[in-house]
């Protein structure tokens, strides 16, 4: 779950906050929320113990309700995971860890590029990036497995060098900036709902067991006791972490920062502030990595339910992963990484992945109805994800009242296109002239079959 998020978007969220006081709360308060909504998945999850997650939950939920209107949201929710989400996640990290990357060796060999020069740097490594990670989870679940595995210590690594250095400098008296307290916080909601984005990303992943359910062992123990031992440790690191910041960096410093982590380690660190970078790359790597992993399991669920084309639900013959929709992602993610910058891909995923948890809370509370004689391991109390049902209708519906961004209506255009494809493809089932030879050739080139055991 430890990302680039913490790296990255700790200027956006402190612009937006106002003050180094409120910054620190929101921290705290975006892991609450997601701590709130991790406990509730546990509750679904262990119910429907499923891959796919939000989109095997709707349809759970609601795709007995009605013949036409009962698939649609989890046609949608794949649709925009598909297609928007998981690309959106991609392009984030990978220019992310371009960002990390270029900055040190730039300044190891004196050379500033300029803007132009800069950009194509940062696009060729995001892409360098992607192809690595994308060969990787292609290649084989356990190599995927260990990456992830080994980039994790890397990222803990830096992380404790951070809040160490931090709290160094803390005994030294170092608390000017954390003095400011909330002096010239941010007081509209609309702009208090656009900090929380930065939050929420950089805890984004905390759902991702949900997306590999069927391949988790014993998870009725397993999924809620990662949720329960990894949300508050991570709310702790990162609230450490921007104190560790603001110790060191001004308020403005922060802000105005590329690279936050970079800039306090050049300031702490001094000749080995090399550290910093390598670590957060690693760390960004890792969580890449992670996001590719469960990319392609939603597309694979979503193909085995007739919401996507075939190909998407096929594995390879020997390696026994996701080959196409692995690729579909990759794709679609460079795509992303050639206009997009980061902070409005941030704000971007932030807005519509509040759509979506809003939806999941709807769905546990409607299936306490529908399938309360169902057997629940877990059963939380139900003023949790009311809360959390309530926090991401306010995320979403804030945003647009206050300040409207032209992002956040491209999200809804988009959601709402998908549609257009649901009506004839999904719901009368019209085949694409062409498909099936399509499909035949991807099983040639990709060496992938079906299969209905994932």
């Excluded at 984030?92 to 590029?113: E, G, M, R, V």
């Excluded at 803990?156 to 307290?181: D, H, K, P, S, V």
């Excluded at 057997?375 to 949790?384: A, L, N, S, T």
Aim: glycine share 8%; hydrophobic share 50%.
């Amino acid at each position: 779950m430890i990302g680039s998020g913490i790296f990255v978007s700790p200027g956006n969220l402190l612009g937006n906050a106002g003050s180094p006081g409120l910054c620190l709360v929101l921290w705290a308060v975006c892991g609450l929320y997601s701590l709130l909504g991790a406990i509730s998945y546990c509750e679904i999850g262990t119910l429907i113990p499923k891959s796919g997650g939000e989109y095997i939950y709707f349809l759970e939920a609601f795709g007995h309700t009605h013949k036409f209107f009962g698939p649609i949201l989890a046609f949608i929710f794949a649709w925009t995971v598909v297609f928007l989400l998981k690309p959106s996640s991609l392009a984030i990290l990978s220019l992310s860890f371009a960002k990390y990357l270029s900055s040190p060796i730039l300044t190891a060999i004196n050379f500033c590029p300029d803007t132009y020069l800069s950009y194509v740097i940062n696009r060729l490594f995001a892409a360098l990036c992607i192809g690595i990670i994308t060969f990787i989870n292609c290649y084989s679940v356990t190599a995927a497995t260990r990456v992830q595995n080994i980039f994790t210590v890397a990222k803990l690594t830096a992380i404790a060098i951070i809040i160490g250095g931090g709290l160094y400098y803390l005994g030294l008296g170092y608390t000017e900036n954390l003095e400011i307290g909330f002096e010239g916080s941010a007081t509209s909601f609309g702009q208090i709902a656009t900090a929380f984005y930065g939050g929420l990303w950089a805890y984004d992943g905390w759902n991702n067991l949900n997306f590999i359910t069927e391949e988790l062992q014993n998870p009725y123990r397993n999924l809620p006791l990662a949720i329960i031992i990894a949300l508050p440790l991570t709310t702790v690191c990162y609230v450490l972490i921007n104190v560790s910041y603001l110790t060191v960096l001004t308020q403005q410093e922060i802000i105005s920062s590329n690279a936050v982590a970079v800039d306090w380690g050049i300031e702490v660190l001094g000749a080995a502030s090399f550290l910093i970078p390598l670590g957060v790359v690693m760390s960004v790597f890792g969580t890449a990595n992670g996001s590719m992993f469960t990319a392609g399991r939603i597309s694979h669920v979503a193909g085995r339910e007739g919401h996507a084309p075939d190909f998407l639900s096929y594995i390879h013959i020997e390696k026994k992963t996701p080959v196409a929709p692995i690729l579909l992602n990759s794709l679609l993610g460079i795509l992303m990484i050639i206009p997009g910058d980061i902070a409005t891909l941030i704000d971007f995923f932030g807005f519509t992945s509040s759509i979506f948890y809003c939806a999941a809370m709807v769905a546990l509370i409607v299936m306490r109805f529908t399938k309360k004689n169902e057997h629940r391991p877990i059963k939380v109390p139900i003023i949790i994800p009311v809360i959390v049902m309530v926090v991401s209708a306010y995320l979403v519906i804030g945003p647009i009242a206050a300040a409207p961004q032209v992002q956040y209506f491209y999200a809804l255009l988009f959601i709402l296109a998908g549609l257009i494809f649901y009506v004839p493809f999904v719901y009368y089932k019209t085949q694409v002239p062409g498909m099936k030879s399509f499909t035949i050739v991807c099983q040639k080139a990709l060496q992938i079959a079906p299969t209905t055991v994932h």
